[in-house]
């Protein structure tokens, strides 16, 4: 039976970007097994609410499997199921029921100071294996570029994100008629009213952002989509992801599994989610850089594939610590 017996929790600063932030927590059963997770980006008062009650919740305490230990967020929740399929020499896959071995990915294109500059990008990524992009979209930057890709590949697959930057149907329905394949995040996630208006309309798949099994309901009862868009850092444990997909696939929907972006182990858990076999569109796991995350093999697709990694238990990765406490701007121990 499992019982932690030390923790630490890392908030790193990322070398990439606008130098995000990802907290890490680190478990240590008696054994010495060690599991990880992680947030990104936390809100801030996580830090010091897991400082105040992590160690009562988890150090000495027998548990048996994962969700035997709630409450204590996405990144305890990572780490209880690496630590517990480490144990058990299972990948986090299989654990949670992936059945895929390898998986199709799409890359996002942000947007672009010129249409030449933005085919020219899209150009670059189809050329090194992508057969399916996503083109962020806005008010304003939406039509003329999604002409501009769609007349220089007339077959490639195309999604785009609109960022929730909407607030009607009538701004996106001419788009439809680019032959796109999915509509993400159209609007704000508390109006499923609106995406059912937009789904009605539009021979494209919207795509629903949903943070729990309960919020994804009425979107299912209204048919107001047919695409779930799944981030596993945004939910509260595995087991209310792989809640949320088996009610999305019995409904008929499929699953667009996304990771954060952050230090490599949250897109880890997003590899695993989406070896599901209800994650039919293809993954965005192509973030962060390869050369700033603290795991190895670095998470990203290669020629537009991303290996589930099937030969190693939990999460599938080594963890560089010499590098996370490098980059740890502070940490604690229990």
């Known amino acids: 039976m499992p019982r932690v017996r030390e923790l630490e929790v890392f908030r790193l600063v990322l070398p990439y970007g606008r130098r995000p932030e990802s907290l890490l927590v680190r478990l240590t ?52 199921w690496d630590l517990w399929t480490r144990m058990r020499g299972v990948p986090l896959a299989h654990a949670i029921g992936g059945e895929r071995t390898s998986l199709m990915a799409t890359v996002r294109i942000s947007q672009d100071r010129s249409l030449d500059s933005l085919v020219a990008r899209v150009n670059q990524q189809v050329c090194g294996g992508y057969a399916h992009v996503t083109l962020d979209v806005r008010p304003g930057w939406d039509m003329e570029p999604l002409r501009a890709v769609r007349q220089a590949y007339p077959a490639l697959s195309l999604a785009l994100d609109c960022g929730a930057a909407y607030t009607s149907a009538e701004q996106l329905v001419a788009l439809d008629s680019y032959g796109v394949e999915v509509i993400e995040r159209p609007f704000a996630i508390d109006d499923p009213y609106a995406y059912a208006d937009l789904q009605d309309q539009v021979n494209a798949a919207v795509a629903v952002e949903a943070r729990s099994a309960a919020e994804l309901a009425d979107y299912l009862t209204l048919r107001a989509g047919r695409v779930l868009l799944l981030r596993p850092a945004s939910f509260a444990s595995l087991s209310e992801v792989r809640r949320a997909h088996d009610r999305a696939v019995a409904a008929g929907w499929d699953i667009l599994c996304a990771g954060g972006h952050g230090a490599g182990l949250a897109r880890a858990a997003a590899v695993a989610v989406a070896s599901l076999p209800g994650c039919t569109v293809p993954c965005d796991v192509t973030q962060p850089p390869r050369n700033a995350q603290i795991v190895t093999p670095a998470v990203g697709a290669a020629g537009g594939v991303v290996a589930v990694p099937l030969t190693q238990s939990g999460l599938g990765h080594t963890i560089d610590e010499t590098r996370v406490r490098r980059l740890a701007k ?5």
């Open 29 to 80: 059963d008696h054994g010495g097994m060690t599991g990880w997770g992680e947030i990104v980006e936390p809100g801030p008062k996580l830090w010091s609410a897991l400082e105040e009650r992590l160690g009562r919740q988890l150090i000495g305490v027998d548990w048996e499997h994962p969700d035997q230990v709630p409450g204590g967020g996405p990144a305890v929740d990572m780490a209880l």
């Open 330 to 334: 502070e940490s604690f121990r229990v």
